[in-house]
């Protein structure tokens, strides 16, 4: 892996490669549509998580009591979107013989890599994917992979039915004609039982873009979208998923750039707070 080290590191993490969770950078900014800036995302979440105790209370958790491992970014500085790909799903492979691997993006189309180093190791892995837009066209200002199409893709190689979305508001009519195919794909953050006794039989990979919270609780993001549930809906189903066998996590699309105080980067930190505190 060529990684940059963090200059801030992580809540509590140490610089390395291997722990019971890995922190991996991933700044694709390649082809967000409204608004670009999300290579600055990993960092920021890291400076933001400053602001945080390293104690979940609801948890009951500690990181301090945590192998915690932040590795820094990954080098994809000019590499054309097929290569950054590439690159990413490398070192989530790597990472994940050694510990759970959490990914901070970044946009989007860095999970279809991830999802595939996971698909590998965990044949069969559902993904969970939490986010106000379907990601599910086919196609999206004339490229075929990106931000917009990254679920679709991710449908088509390992089966729509392996997908279950929750938070989705927004979307074309054919995205929703396709949404119809996946697992689940709803609104709002209820699991039905029988979705939950799906997710409860194998691997999960949870993906959180951070526009899947309403707008008044993470501004700082490139297509905002009115009308989601507030961060304590978030973490409230986040914790609900104790005890899922959860092998892999990313929080994507947080844009520093119109995150008025940093409200949006320090609501991603607590998520990847803790999410390495409940499947780390």
């Not at 291997?18 to 600055?40: H, K």
């Not at 691997?101 to 970044?106: A, R």
């Not at 809906?233 to 609900?240: D, F, P």
Request: with cysteine.
């Amino acid at each position: 892996m060529s990684l940059r080290p963090p200059s801030v590191p992580f809540l509590a993490s140490r610089p390395a490669t291997e722990g019971q969770v890995v922190l991996i950078g991933a700044p694709l900014d390649l082809t967000e549509s409204f608004r670009p800036g999300t290579c600055l995302a990993p960092q920021r979440i890291r400076q933001a998580s400053d602001v945080l105790e390293t104690y979940s209370p609801h948890l009951e958790r500690d990181l301090i009591d945590l192998q915690l491992a932040d590795a820094g970014d990954l080098e994809l500085d000019g590499l054309p979107l097929p290569e950054a790909l590439a690159t990413i799903d490398a070192a989530v492979a790597q990472v994940r013989t050694v510990g759970l691997p959490i990914i901070l993006g970044g946009e989007h189309t860095a999970t279809l890599a991830a999802l595939s180093a996971i698909q590998r190791a965990f044949p069969g892995t559902m993904l969970l994917h939490l986010d106000a837009h379907l990601d599910l066209r086919e196609a999206y200002q004339g490229e075929t992979l990106g931000h917009a199409t990254w679920a679709y893709h991710a449908g088509q190689r390992w089966g729509f039915d392996q997908i279950v979305q929750l938070g989705v508001r927004s979307g074309t009519r054919a995205e929703y004609r396709q949404a119809a195919a996946c697992a689940w794909s709803s609104p709002g953050l209820d699991l039905p039982v029988r979705v939950r006794q799906r997710l409860a039989r194998g691997p999960v990979y949870l993906s959180i873009d951070i526009d899947v919270l309403d707008p008044a609780c993470a501004p700082g993001t490139g297509c905002p979208e009115p009308g989601g549930p507030r961060y304590a809906e978030v973490e409230w189903l986040l914790h609900s998923l104790a005890g899922l066998q959860v092998v892999g996590v990313d929080v994507m699309e947080v844009l520093p750039e119109v995150d008025p105080a940093g409200i949006t980067a320090v609501a991603a930190a607590k998520l990847v707070r803790e999410a390495a505190l409940l499947f780390g």
